[in-house]
C-alpha cells in the first residue's frame, strides 16, 4: 500500500523559503516517479515539480527558477524548496506519486499520470 505524507507548510511573508517534504512508502523501488502539485479555491490542481532517484526532474514554467526538487532514494523521501516566495504560491499543496519504468523520465505533471495522492499541506504567503 502506498502511502504519501506530507509535512513542512505554513506561514511565510513575501519574498521568503519554504522547504516541503514528503515520505512516501510502499513504492517500487527506482521504478517511480513523485511530484509536488498545488491547488488554490477556483483552480484546477497544477504540478510544480517532480523527480524520481534516476535525478530525472521536471520544473512547471510558472515556478522555474523560484524551486528546487531533490529526491533521497534511501528516505524515499521528495523534498521542495521554494524560493522567492509570492502570494500568488498560496495553496494546498500535494505530493503524488506513481509506479513508471523509467520514473519521471516518461512521466510529466499531468495530474491524470498520478494514482496516489497524499493529504496535502497548506501553504500562505502574505504581503
Known sequence: QVQLVESGGGSVQAGGSLRLSCASSGLTYRTYCLAWFRKTPGKEREGVASG???GNTNYADSVK???TISVDSAKNTLDLEINSLEPADTAMYYCA???RYGGCRYVGLDRDEYHYWGQGTQVTVSS
Do not use: L
Open 52 to 54: 524520481d532517484p534516476d
Open 65 to 67: 527558477g523560484r524551486v
Open 97 to 99: 506519486a506513481t509506479n
